[in-house]
């Protein structure tokens, strides 16, 4: 069992940036792959970024690519999304994942989900 909590969203201008940290319980962090998606309102869940067990590889969604860093600290059991240069249709509720699979851009692939963090970006 993983147990996964989100922090680190808010009211931002565009232009501006945040970090979001993902905290995860259980011992078995370092095991699974980890992803952030996001939800904007009326919208389906997307996939954002990914990384793998050990954090040595990463992948983006187009949307964020060269915006957005995902890492991970298993010491810490913390995954970020580092969010940069962040625009108005970056406003949505971001949750961290944990899946078996590294870099599935598909929610059924994700066994475990955080409540979500809520990223607002004014214009």
């Known amino acids: 069992q993983v147990q996964l909590v989100e922090s680190g969203g808010g009211l931002v201008q565009a232009g501006g940036s945040l970090r979001l940290s993902c905290a995860a319980s259980?011992?078995?962090?370092?095991?699974?792959?980890m992803g952030w998606f996001r939800q904007a309102p009326g919208k389906e869940r997307e996939f954002a970024a990914a990384?793998?067990?050990?954090?040595?590889?990463?992948s983006y969604a187009d949307s964020v690519k060269g915006r957005f860093t995902i890492s991970r600290d298993n010491a810490k059991n913390t995954v970020y999304l580092q969010m940069n240069s962040l625009q108005p249709e970056d406003t949505a509720v971001y949750f961290c994942?944990?899946?078996?699979?590294?870099?599935?851009?598909?929610?059924?692939?994700?066994?475990?989900w955080g409540q979500g963090t809520q990223v607002t970006v004014s214009s």
């Open positions: 994942a944990a899946s078996l699979y590294f870099g599935a851009t598909d929610t059924n692939k994700y066994n475990y």
């Open positions: 259980g011992r078995t962090f370092s095991s699974y792959a």
């Open positions: 990384i793998t067990w050990s954090g040595g590889t990463t």
